[in-house]
């Protein structure tokens, strides 16, 4: 599966950005669909997760501010973020759980989140 992330960009803390990753290739394959960040020095976490059935998962810190979606028709995964704080710079990767006979995880390249205070 290759993913194709748009949307990073500089905004002010308070602000919103909305970012956007198509899929394509094995489509049919994937399981979920989501968004990892990775501020410097800092591990790679998970932002937000839906599936294909339309559960999502959010990490605790970002729980009433972000939003995550997609339309499948598009083949197209979205994270609205609002309320945005400093803290939330970091790059964001969107991430597909693929299930194709073993699990694997296929992996976009990036986009840079820059928010000032």
């Known amino acids: 599966v290759q993913l194709q992330a748009y949307g990073g960009g500089l905004v002010q803390a308070g602000g919103s950005l909305r970012l956007s990753c198509a899929a394509s290739?094995?489509?049919?394959?994937?399981?979920?669909l989501g968004w990892y960040r990775q501020a410097p020095g800092k591990q790679r976490e998970l932002v937000a997760a839906?599936?294909?059935?339309?559960?999502?998962n959010y990490a605790d810190s970002v729980k009433g501010r972000f939003t995550i979606s997609r339309d499948n028709a598009k083949n197209t995964v979205y994270l609205q973020m609002n309320s945005l704080k400093p803290e939330d710079t970091a790059v964001y990767y969107c991430?597909?759980?693929?299930?194709?006979?073993?699990?694997?995880?296929?992996w976009g390249q990036g986009t840079l989140v820059t928010v000032s205070s």
């Open positions: 991430h597909a759980m693929v299930v194709a006979g073993t699990i694997h995880d296929d």
């Open positions: 290739g094995s489509i049919f394959s994937i399981n979920a």
């Open positions: 839906i599936t294909t059935a339309g559960s999502t």
